[in-house]
């Protein structure tokens, strides 16, 4: 066991938790002690939702541990059933509660409830929470989805949409998006799911003619369940940036057997015209460095590299039930994956491929923010800010706009940030001087002005025998800082190709010219 600060997922649980709030008619028993009700939390204060989880917690208190545990959770189970009558229930235990081994599917068993009870076993010491979400709807959709039946001839063909749940990244304004695009080709939406759906509407699953999955992470075992039991194939081509959203629509048209040429040639993402336009020229090339769950970190480097020209240096996730996915996505950007839960593992990498933006989850922005470079959150988990009132999808030729402001942004915002400190020096503008436009006797200077604060930077094993000069460390200041970490990067790779123990202004001077031929 290890002590840690930060988590990228909580237990299983925490994702079975997801599925449950997501829907409508189903309710969570989960056997667990006094204080593991925390999570209520992630919902009401970061998702900002208006009622709590639908889940009955049996909260049990060190001196029951000398009694019958096992009573405490019939009686939950009970007592919730009477309170709530919701259509399914679904129980289990929490991390600690699993150690007392008291068995809920069993003792859910024994009160014979007249709707279906699902027990969720859910290994806390082995697994987590994406995991956790994934096989609960994946046992949600094997115990509800009604039998195999032939489906009704249709004028139009129809689709269940899969995966978005509670407390996932920007998935409300996704399906809105998706939803669109789908109509537009003319198929209809049999059920959404888990998102809005009821257990009544996970018994209509195999209604469909094909399945959609927009987060694999949650939604990708229960369709190829879907394709085993019902005959029903799925794309989980994920609609994220201009070109993935294209091969979407191209993936659900064939599927459904309809012309993908409307909704294509009716594209009106900025994005592509940016990436073409003279304002984007300086930011060809920028190094990014991308981390988050799977489906949105691989996307974001398709985005980066493909359809704004950055250069990926770095990517990864923490999810390691999809790592191959992510190894050979890192392998087509000819770097080597970061799989990791660490984030400090994950600090590390970052400051040695010395990124000009970093994309990532809430964590990711503290790292940078130590590092000082530029960030943005793509991915899960995240804080308030990043559930915005606002429409702001990641999905669709609409969340390829905004994936434009939010790549594009902390590049070229913070201009003035350079500017102040470029001019910190300076005898006409340093703090001292009085506004120009407020007229006066200027305010005395101070005896020292303080140099501006150089960019963090964590020194590499290859790069901890390198020195830098005074005076080159303030010179490189000057550089605009959506180039500096670029700039220090060519200098230490020219002062270690040539042996040079410490960096001062003209091997600076040097490297810069070396580079620019």
């Known amino acids: 066991m290890q002590l840690t600060l930060w988590t990228y997922e909580g237990p299983p649980h925490i994702g079975a938790m997801r599925i449950a709030t997501a829907m409508r008619g189903l309710h969570y028993v989960l056997h667990a002690p006094q204080g593991d009700t925390y999570a209520d939390l992630l919902f ?33 189970v009970g007592l919730a059933y009477a309170r709530f009558r919701p259509q399914a229930m679904i129980v289990g235990a929490s991390c600690t509660a699993e150690l007392l081994q008291d068995d809920p599917a069993g003792l859910a068993r024994a009160l014979d409830l007249p709707i279906p009870v699902i027990p969720l076993d859910l290994p806390a ?26 489906r009704a001839a249709r004028a139009r063909r129809s689709c269940n949409l899969l995966g ?6 920007r998935h409300r304004d996704d399906l809105r998006e998706v939803r669109d695009l789908i109509a537009r080709l003319g198929i209809d939406v049999n059920v959404v799911a888990p998102l809005g759906a009821t257990p009544a509407d996970l018994a ?12 694999p992470e949650v939604a990708r075992s229960a369709a190829v369940w ?38 294509l040639d009716a594209d009106e993402s900025r994005l592509p015209w940016y990436s073409r336009s003279v304002d984007s020229t300086y930011l060809t090339g920028k190094r990014v460095f991308v981390f988050g769950d799977a489906t949105h970190a691989i996307a974001a480097a398709r985005v980066a590299r493909a359809e704004l020209g950055f250069s990926v240096v770095g990517l990864g996730t923490y999810a390691r039930d999809f790592a191959r996915e992510v190894r050979a996505e890192a392998q087509a950007h000819g770097i080597e994956a970061v799989i990791s839960d660490d984030y400090l593992e994950v600090e590390a990498a970052i400051a040695a491929a010395q990124p000009e933006l970093v994309l990532g989850t809430q964590m990711e922005r503290h790292i940078a923010k130590r590092l000082g470079i530029p960030c943005a959150v793509i991915s899960a988990p995240m804080h308030v800010q990043d559930v915005p009132a606002r429409h702001a999808p990641q999905m669709g030729f609409e969340g390829a706009n905004v994936l434009f ?6 590049l070229m915002m913070g201009l003035e940030e350079h500017l102040l400190a470029m001019f910190r020096d300076d005898p006409e503008f340093h ?7 407020l007229g006066g006797r200027p305010r005395a200077a101070p005896e020292t002005v303080a140099a501006a604060p150089a960019a963090a930077s964590v020194a590499t094993p290859s790069a901890a025998a390198i020195a830098w000069a005074a005076e080159a460390e303030r010179e490189l200041r000057k550089v605009p800082f959506f180039v500096r970490g670029k700039a220090r990067h060519n200098t230490e790779r020219f002062a270690r190709e040539r042996a040079l123990p410490l960096i001062t202004v003209e091997t600076l001077y040097d490297a810069k010219a070396h580079f620019s031929r």
């Open 405 to 410: 402001d939010t790549f594009v942004h902390p």
């Open 226 to 263: 879907l394709q085993k039991a019902h005959g029903q194939p799925f794309t989980d081509v994920v609609p994220i940036g201009v070109g993935a959203t294209r091969a979407f629509v191209k993936a659900v048209a064939d599927l459904a057997g309809v012309d993908p040429a409307p909704v």
């Open 204 to 215: 209509r699953l195999g209604e469909a003619d094909f399945n959609v999955v927009l987060y």
């Open 431 to 437: 703090d001292g001087v009085a506004p120009s436009h």
């Open 44 to 76: 009401t204060m970061i998702e900002r939702r208006d009622a709590r989880p639908p889940v009955t917690y049996t909260t049990f208190q060190a001196r029951d541990l000398g009694a019958d545990t096992a009573e405490i959770f019939k009686e939950a």
């Open 125 to 150: 010491y082995q697994k987590k929470e994406n995991w956790g979400a994934a096989e609960t709807f994946y046992r949600l959709v094997r115990a509800l989805s009604a039998p195999p039946a032939p």
């Open 164 to 169: 978005p749940t509670a407390l996932g990244f």
